[in-house]
């Protein structure tokens, strides 16, 4: 999935994590090895606490395309 996906998906107004979901993504990023399952996961926890897709493309070194 790239991140405009991701971004398209998540980046609504009104989307939220609660503290809950927001704590097991965490535990889940901990948890993994794949690098590119740890990115993703990063990507929805940025995307929920505010970051856009640019800010996370910068962070993460990837093509926000």
């Known amino acids: 999935m790239t991140l405009n996906r991701i971004c398209r998906i998540f980046a609504m107004p009104d989307y939220h994590l609660t503290d809950k ?10 948890g993994t090895r794949d690098k590119r399952e740890a990115d993703r996961i990063k990507a929805v926890v940025l ?5 856009t897709a640019e800010q996370i493309a910068e962070v993460l070194q990837i093509d926000p395309n």
């Not at 995307?47 to 970051?51: E, Q």
């Open 21 to 30: 979901q927001l704590a097991e993504l965490r535990a889940a990023h901990r």
């Open 47 to 51: 995307l929920a606490t505010g970051w």
